[in-house]
């Protein structure tokens, strides 16, 4: 069994900056991409940032130079720096890794962390 956990969501102000980190547990082979996405309410979810295996990232141009994903192979967690927050960031967070379990390759999913941005 793989499981996904994701900490570090919380409250802030406008201007201020949170940490999420997404540990994976479980019987795992290897992982090749990791993520996070989003979804606001009333909204669909949405691509934050990826990183691969090799540390190639990918962002969406809501965050670029606001937030940086990097990971830590050997411990199997991901993490998310997010700086200079705005309202607008406000939402579920959700943590998303391709996982190797024996013979294939699944994709997993978090439950989610809220970040609640205050104006």
């Known amino acids: 069994q793989v499981q996904l956990v994701e900490s570090g969501g919380g409250l802030v102000q406008a201007g201020g900056s949170l940490r999420l980190s997404c540990a994976a547990s479980g019987s795992i082979f290897s992982i090749d991409a990791m993520g996070w996405y989003r979804q606001a309410p009333g909204k669909q979810r949405e691509l934050v940032a990826t990183?691969?295996?090799?540390?190639?990232?990918n962002y969406a141009d809501s965050v670029k130079g606001r937030f940086t994903i990097s990971r830590d192979n050997a411990k199997n967690t991901v993490h998310l720096q997010m700086n200079s927050l705005k309202p607008e960031d406000t939402a579920v967070y959700y943590c998303n890794a391709d996982i190797g379990v024996v013979f294939t390759i699944r994709n997993y999913w978090g439950q989610g962390t809220q970040v609640t941005v205050s104006s």
């Open positions: 990183i691969t295996e090799g540390g190639g990232t």
